[in-house]
């Protein structure tokens, strides 16, 4: 008698896949069998069974050292399906039972052949529906023909024997860390509260629709956008797990201003709004530009891992330089494994607004301590500085031993401006946060709203973006209404940055004329002392290098930033210097940060990524068509020259591949 699984009847191991999360069937059933197996071989003392933890330590001394391989024996089919179960949570990708074969010996039905196959393995069979008036849910299937697979067969009373065995999988299987985290849950027992968590989340934004209309979008924006990217994460019920989409718009906007990179999860705050998040940057007009979305069903450290890589493979791979999140032991060990050469901050306006929350007594009796607060974090420029204003604070408000802050206080490396000088951020200023989508969630969860008009008004909004941002390229202001000095220093950045940029330098330009320079050192690195008099006094070192045209300021704002600090302005006063060296200009802030090479950022390598390769030359021809349909579509003139060149561009393409296509009718029939 042989037994062959289908898909809706699958004996299911402990698993888990890239895509996919465990199921609930058959939990207690399988994980009683794992249980049982593995205690047998590594038992725990006592009476009581093992933990999930001794589980686990069961398969790692099961499958630490060994894989399969030809010929290996094992005492009972039930010794070989525990290792093969320990070797598959090893590598990270799940296992069923395929197959199994029987035979009568001597009156008795015994069991001779078992098949053990990855998760993936086989295609989905469709079967005959009957007609009916009952909505069904469309589901995807997991099954992608993978080959793994281990058959054992029966040589003896104790003795199974590998007799076929294929290592080699068709799709990309998850890090051991990744299956570790689903074991520990299902062992746990909490498996199953965080099933009954992700069925809720999945009523609360499909409703009865299930992610029909999440996927008709997805659809429809890829026939109208061929440069549109979108990527969905199911369970192994084939159900929605978290959803990642980048249109094109900002797979340009990215190569030009992704140095610094917000994952903002605003949806966090409000247990009604839809688990919607966004990556987002700043431009160079200092507006928010949107980077891509994702839909955030299951809030666990292995689908954040999958949001950020596929993001990331959207982007071709660039990493930012810096990446800011909110606070999260998930989500901060997913930036550690996808970005480990960014810098990851935390967003130190959440914690400005959670520290609202969490000291509503200290608020309400001190109403200008969030104010002194706010100075603290933002404008002490030093460590020193910080360290002795935040002691300050928590004296006069008695507020040593309260263990919020001094749960801050621990991270403050993570979040605090003066402890990350070394990373850049794009902020042109610390005072004034900038206008991030959180003000559009609140803007659209008054009332609940469908996860179709969520997405539609959110497209308005990246559309209202980018309209802005075009206007603001567009729009050219007079530098003399703007300038309070007759500097040549003034007068250059003015003509070089954008509004938003030169308004800030300008600011740090005045700021320098009320400080004073004094040179203490000669040499190649000429150094400075910058002072200002004030409660409490500053004085600031920098360093100047006239040869190469570089200046270091140790407030590390221009590192920052990437604009120049009061001080070495300051030092540019004295030293005599009237304009701007080349070196003390960053592209990323002018009025021409979107001509000539991009690609901001850190390239990680990309497999697609040569030159010669088909996905290369596409995106690259992406890239330069976005950018002439951004021109093109400013006013009725340019849209005219716009359609013109593609016009003929198209033309010419066109020719060129009838030409060669003849030329090879040509050359084939000559032979």
């Not at 009865?208 to 440069?227: H, I, P, V």
């Not at 200002?532 to 570089?550: I, L, M, Q, S, W």
Request: net charge neutral; hydrophobic share 40%.
């Amino acid at each position: 008698m042989e037994y062959s699984s289908s898909e809706d009847e699958e004996l299911v191991e402990d698993f888990i896949d890239v895509e996919d999360d465990t199921g609930t069937e058959n939990i207690d059933q399988g994980t009683a069998v794992v249980a049982s197996q593995i205690h047998a071989i590594h038992p725990s003392d006592g009476t009581m069974p093992p933990t999930g933890n001794e589980l686990l330590m069961a398969a790692d001394v099961v499958g630490r050292n060994d894989e399969p391989r030809m010929g290996m024996e094992f005492e009972s089919d039930a010794a070989a399906r525990a290792f093969y179960n320990a070797y598959a949570l090893r590598f990270g990708f799940g296992i069923r039972v395929a197959r199994s074969r029987s035979e009568r010996r001597k009156g008795v039905e015994v069991l001779v052949m078992k098949r053990f196959v990855c998760l993936k393995e086989g295609h989905h069979k469709k079967k005959p529906v009957e007609p009916s008036n009952k909505k069904k849910r469309k589901r995807l299937s997991i099954r992608d023909g993978c080959p793994a697979m281990m058959e054992v067969v029966r040589r003896g009373p104790d003795k199974w024997v590998i007799t076929k065995l294929v290592l080699e999988h068709n799709h990309v299987i998850a890090s051991a860390d990744r299956a570790r985290e689903v074991q520990l849950r299902r062992l746990s027992g909490k498996f199953q509260e965080h099933e009954n968590q992700l069925q809720e989340m999945r009523r609360n934004v499909f409703g009865d629709t299930d992610a029909q209309g999440l996927f008709d979008y997805f659809k429809r924006m890829q026939s109208e956008n061929s440069g549109f990217f979108c990527s969905i994460q199911v369970d192994n019920k084939n159900c929605v797990s978290n959803a990642v989409w980048v249109d094109a718009r900002a797979r340009i906007a990215y190569t030009y201003f992704g140095d610094a990179v917000y994952f903002d999860t605003t949806y966090s705050q409000n247990e009604n709004m839809l688990p919607f998040a966004a990556f987002t940057g700043v431009n160079h007009h200092g507006d928010t530009v949107v980077f891509g979305c994702a839909l955030i069903l299951d809030r666990t450290e292995s689908s954040y891992g999958w949001i950020f890589e596929t993001w990331l493979a959207a982007m071709d791979k660039r990493l930012p330089f810096s990446f800011t999140t909110d606070e999260g032991k998930g989500m901060a060990a997913a930036v550690a494994k996808v970005f480990p050469q960014c810098f990851h901050r935390l967003c130190r306006w959440r914690i400005l607004s959670r520290c609202k929350k969490k000291l509503t007594d200290v608020y309400t009796r001190f109403p200008g301590f969030h104010d002194e607060l706010k100075r603290c974090i933002n404008e002490c420029d030093t460590v020193p500085v910080f360290d002795m204003v935040w002691g300050s604070i928590l004296d006069k408000y008695g507020l040593r031993d309260d263990t919020w802050l001094q749960s801050l206080y621990e991270i403050r490396h993570k979040w605090v401006p003066a402890y990350l000088t070394s990373s850049f951020s794009a902020e042109l200023s610390l005072t004034h946060r900038v206008e991030t989508v959180s003000r559009f969630h609140r803007n659209n969860f008054s009332a609940r709203v469908s996860l179709s008009t969520f997405i539609t008004r959110f497209d308005q909004y990246m559309d209202g973006l980018y309209a802005s941002e075009a206007r603001k390229d567009v729009i050219s202001f007079p530098p003399e209404q703007l300038l309070k000095t007759n500097m040549v220093l003034e007068k250059q950045a003015a003509s070089i940055y954008t509004r938003a940029a030169f308004e800030t330098f300008q600011v740090e330009l005045i700021e320098a004329l009320q400080h004073y320079a004094v040179k203490v050192q000669d040499g190649p690195y000429m150094k400075y002392d910058v002072e200002r008099d004030g409660d409490p006094p500053t004085r600031h070192t920098v360093f100047y290098n006239v040869a190469e045209k570089k200046a270091w300021c140790d407030c590390c704002r221009f590192a920052f930033s990437a604009i120049l600090c009061r001080h070495v302005l300051g030092v540019f006063v004295l030293a005599g210097v009237i304009m701007l060296p080349e070196p003390c200009i960053t592209k990323r802030w002018t009025k021409k940060a979107k001509t000539g090479p991009e690609l901001i950022g850190l390239n990680v390598g990309n497999e697609s990524g040569s030159a010669d390769s088909v996905v290369s030359r596409y995106n690259d021809l992406v890239r330069d068509a976005m950018k002439c349909a951004e021109k093109g579509a400013v006013s009725a003139g340019t849209f005219k020259v716009a359609k013109e060149v593609l016009s003929k561009a198209f033309t010419e393409i066109k020719g060129l591949r009838e030409k060669l296509n003849k030329d090879a009718l040509q050359s084939a029939a000559s032979r």
